[in-house]
């Protein structure tokens, strides 16, 4: 079924790189064509593989060597529409990854008999202008360009005014990013199989609930202050933007990220990974 591959991983750590030499040979054995990230070209030997810049990986999936920054990088660059992504967690926590790293040959072959599922995921849409950004798989971020400083924005849902806000910056997160930046913010957690996002304040000055709309919201932020905002999506991706009248639009996206999954389910993961990590 799969005949192409691509392989990115992190840079900084001696095991993801290994693991992608071994993942090349293999593959390369199978008779899949590999491509490998290009950035990684001088520190692995793959000679089996071709290398291609994230941003021109069109295959027919691509594994991933990281943590969740490695598996959002790649989803902000790798072309539309995206590939099944297999993800090996060689992260802190790795909460979106899918298998351990002595586990990642196993699951390689288990793909390519067809033993698998994909789960599809959300994102988020965003623009100001009539200019978008990168789609979001996690989050938006909307805050100050300035430390200090306190953002003020009126929130339109369908063009109808809903709520007003003062505070540090506004967190607006799929499903998937409710379980990350978000719910540090105190936000609540969205199971996968709900068609919402949420809105979520940072440091707010009144009580501000987070909102959880429905997926079809048409979200507007109209800043009157400060004149400057820094958009961040994903954490990867950062603008400032400014307007004389700063509004951003957020929707949910045409696009959807795909994981390919095995056994292990959402609420697995947040129990393992996420609730009681670090504590057992």
Known sequence: MFKTVGLVARYDKKAALKLAEELAEHLAKEGLKV???????????APQAETVSLAKMQTDFIITIGGDG???????????????????????????????PKNALEAADKILKGNYRVEKCT?????????????????????????????????????????????DGLIVATPTGSTGYSLSAEGPVLDPALDAFVVTSICPLTVFP???????????FNISSPKEVLVSIDG?????????????????????TSFI????????????????????
Do not use: H, W
């Open 123 to 167: 994102k988020l849409c965003v623009s100001t202008g009539g200019k978008p950004f990168p789609d979001a798989l996690n989050d938006v971020v909307i805050s100050a360009g300035e430390p200090s400083t306190i953002l003020k924005a009126q929130i339109c849902k369908n063009g109808k005014p809903i709520l007003k806000c003062q505070a």
């Open 35 to 45: 491509y490998l990230e290009d950035s990684l070209v001088a520190k692995i030997s």
């Open 210 to 220: 987070s909102l959880v709309l429905p997926a079809d919201s048409n979200v507007t």
């Open 70 to 100: 490695t598996i959002l990088r790649t989803c902000i660059t790798v072309p539309k529409p995206e590939p099944p992504l297999l993800t090996v967690n060689m992260g802190e926590r790795g909460f979106l990854t899918e298998v351990e």
């Open 236 to 256: 990867k991706y950062r603008k400032l933007v400014s307007d004389q009248e700063l509004m951003l639009k957020v929707t949910v996206s045409k696009n959807t």
């Open 261 to 280: 999954r095995f056994e292990e389910d959402f609420y697995d993961r947040l129990r393992s990974r996420l609730l009681f990590k670090g504590t057992q």
